[in-house]
């Protein structure tokens, strides 16, 4: 399983790409806005900043809801690098977005995904990923792990290349619950990441090894 950081944060993303198990970044305007990022060019310079650090793909998201507006704000992100993959939300517009974007050879993430039809329609539009918002859908009381499953059952029957990209992940058992389920890449906050590390037998095990050592 692939694995994104979910931030705009340039301090975490350097973090996790040095632990060495980085695979891509994605963000959102609320991420950006979170980073203070405003104003074309900075939002641009920031992608560009993104994309230096990190090997792997780099999600950017559209804010246009009209098809023409997706298309030429798309356009412009995929011209920034070869590692920008255009987000999309999943709305009518969104979909024929995707539908352009995939006739065009440009990657798309189809975002604010919470339904296993939103997801049927994402890959037969053609998008590179989709993501369903787990941590959203548990917060409404509904179980984002049994979507992942869904959309993965979903896919496999039909040879669906669109990668499942878990999305809205709040803890390192959301993470574990996807691998187990197959999705393809889980974007994370770098405290959900971090957290795989931590168990208290290997902190004791060490601490035994090193008195030992010293002996
Ligand atoms: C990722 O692509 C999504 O934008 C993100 O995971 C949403 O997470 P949130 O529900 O924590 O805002």
Redesign the pocket.
Known sequence: MKFFI?TANLAQIKEAQDLGVLDGV???P??MAKEGIKGKENIINHYRAICDIVDGDV?A?VISTDFNGMVKEGEELAALHPQIVV?VPMIKEGVKAIRYFSGKGIRT?C?LVFSAGQALLAAKAGASYV?P?I??LDDVSVDGMELISDIRLIYDNYGFETEI?A????HPMHIIQSAKLGADVA?C?LSAITALLNHPLTDKGLAQFLADAAK
């Not at 999305?167 to 709040?170: D, P, T, W």
Request: net charge positive; charged share 25%; no cysteine.
């Open positions: 979910d994605t963000t959102n609320t991420l999600s998201e987000k993430n975002t993501s918002f941590g959203r990209l999305a809205s992940i709040r974007t906050p």
